[in-house]
């Protein structure tokens, strides 16, 4: 007969809770630090597929030894292997358009931009799941927008165009990619899904290496080491504050990265976000955060009203 497991006292509770944020707002800062060393080594000349290639290349490397300390590698088993095809194709389009995009953009921008996801996706969620959406979430949509349009400021040239076009491209591909992820969650544990989504990417981006990949400097190697370090080190922080604490305690910490890109691009590239970057950026933020907390209180619901049933 198995015992039940104990009851963790409230500070225990407490205790994880905090380990969870902390552990997030590390992965926050590792995934800034991620994209300043993409934006750094396209400064120097590396192509935006080499380091997409060497990005997946670390996911591989750091995910074995996450499955192995956690599920076990029987979690990587996967009976929708072309689930993971369709996944893996349009994924390495985002992830290439977002890379891209931080080689076009003043960071802080397009961190700011690159938080529209969560917008964008419940508005594909709305046409493709047909899901219904009621006025606070329409309300938190048209202030997203309203904040990308005073972040982005058309026809101002603050910023490049076509660096806004990328970014923004890059955010709706990237919003589909989690359209898709939420699908294959329904059967797949999310450390399969990662690790097929780098580990099935390496044979087109094994094959654009033939053609983009190129020797480097020393100090350009150590920049793309330092990307595929820090791109991993995000990837753990946010499996691992997952397993310590729900969603809505640790999503807030995912918007501290405008705060780090800000320093990151004043540090390293002598440039501040323009104020319009501080006044729409909040406004993305807040629907953003908006919508994914009533999601997950919407879904704490359903969860509820069928155990009842």
Not at 208 to 213: E, I, T
């Given at each position: 007969?198995d ?5 963790p006292a ?6 994880q809770?905090l380990?969870?944020i902390?552990i ?16 750094l ?6 192509h935006?597929l ?10 591989i490397i750091?995910l074995i030894?996450?499955a ?15 689930a993971?095809v369709?996944r ?11 890379f891209l995009?931080f ?6 921008e397009?961190?700011?931009i690159?938080?529209?996801?969560p917008?964008?996706a ?8 047909k899901?219904a959406v ?10 997203g927008l ?17 660096g ?26 999310p450390?399969t899904?990662m ?8 044979v087109p981006?094994?094959i ?6 190129q ?7 150590g ?10 080190f995000?990837?753990?922080g946010?499996?691992w ?23 990151f ?5 002598d440039?501040?976000?323009v104020?319009?970057?501080w006044?729409?950026a909040?406004?993305?933020i ?23 049933s």
């Open positions: 007969m015992l039940p497991e104990p009851t409230p500070g225990e509770h407490r205790n809770a380990s969870a902390v997030r707002l590390f992965a926050a800062i590792s995934i800034t630090a991620m994209f300043a060393c993409v934006k080594a396209s400064d120097r000349g590396v935006v080499e380091s997409v290639f060497y990005r997946q290349l670390a996911g750091v030894p996450i192995l300390a956690g599920p076990g590698l029987a979690a990587l088993r996967t009976e929708r292997p072309w993971h369709s893996m194709v349009i994924g390495m389009v985002a992830m290439s358009l977002n995009s080689a076009l953009l003043p960071i802080a397009a961190t700011a690159g938080f529209m996801v917008i964008v419940t508005l594909l969620s709305i046409v493709l799941l899901e009621g006025v606070h979430r329409w309300s938190a949509i048209a202030a309203a904040g990308v349009l005073i972040v982005v400021q058309p026809g101002d040239g603050h910023i490049p165009m076509l806004a076009i990328v970014s923004l491209t890059g955010v709706a591909v990237t919003a589909f990619v989690s359209i898709i992820i939420r699908k294959l969650g329904e059967t797949e544990n450390i899904t690790f097929w989504f780098s580990l099935s990417s390496m981006l094994g654009a290496m033939l053609f983009v990949g020797m480097h400097d020393a100090h350009t190697w920049i793309i080491a330092l990307m595929g370090l820090f791109g991993a995000a990837q753990l946010i499996t504050s997952l397993r310590l604490a729900p969603v809505s305690v640790v999503l807030p910490m995912d918007y501290s990265s405008l705060i780090w890109a800000a320093l691009g004043y540090l390293i590239w440039k501040w976000p104020p319009a970057t006044i729409g909040p406004l993305i807040g629907s953003g955060l908006y919508i994914a907390l009533r999601e997950n209180r919407l879904a704490k619901l359903r969860d509820q009203a069928t155990a009842r």
